[in-house]
C-alpha cells in the first residue's frame, strides 16, 4: 500500500480515534469513553496513527512505564486497523514504527495485553516475538 503515514496524534486532536476505538470498545458508552480517553492523555499516554491518503485507518495507544523486570517499557493498547485494511502487513508495519520510535527515545522493551477471545491477535504479536509472561487481572469496583 502506498502513501502510508505513521506518526504521532497531536492531543488536540486525540478524538480523531474515536470511531476505531470503539470498534473494541463497543460496550462502553460514548460519553465515558470520550471522557476515559481526554484523561489518559494527561497520564504516560501517547497514540499513534496509521494513514492511508490523510485517512486514519489504523492507531494504537502507548503508555510509557519503567517496570522492575524488564526496565523502560512501552506498552501497545487499544491496537486496532480498520476492518477494510486488515490482513495487508499494516499491523506489523504500525508495529516496526511502534519498536524504532521506542528504541529512539530511549525505551528498551514493549509488552502488551490482548483479550482472551481475541485469537488473531494472539497469533500476530507471537510471529512479532511476543512471549506469554502470565495472566492479566481486573476486579471492578
Request: hydrophobic content about 35%.
Amino acid at each position: 500500500m502506498e502513501n502510508i503515514e505513521i506518526k504521532l496524534i497531536e492531543t488536540k486532536n486525540i478524538l480523531s480515534i474515536f470511531p476505531l476505538l470503539k470498534e473494541l470498545n463497543s460496550t462502553t458508552s460514548d460519553t465515558i469513553l470520550k471522557q476515559r480517553l481526554l484523561e489518559m492523555t494527561t497520564q504516560h499516554y501517547k497514540c499513534v496513527g496509521m494513514y492511508l491518503n490523510n485517512e486514519l485507518i489504523g492507531i494504537s495507544g502507548l503508555w510509557f512505564l519503567t517496570r522492575h523486570y524488564c526496565g523502560r517499557t512501552v506498552e501497545p493498547d487499544h491496537v486496532v486497523i480498520n476492518f477494510k485494511h486488515r490482513n495487508k502487513g499494516l499491523g506489523k508495519k504500525l508495529f516496526e514504527w511502534i519498536y524504532n520510535y521506542a528504541q529512539s527515545i530511549g525505551y528498551e522493551a514493549t509488552e502488551l495485553n490482548t483479550y482472551i477471545e481475541n485469537v488473531k491477535s494472539h497469533k500476530f504479536y507471537e510471529n512479532e516475538g511476543f512471549k506469554k509472561l502470565g495472566y492479566h487481572y481486573l476486579k471492578k469496583f
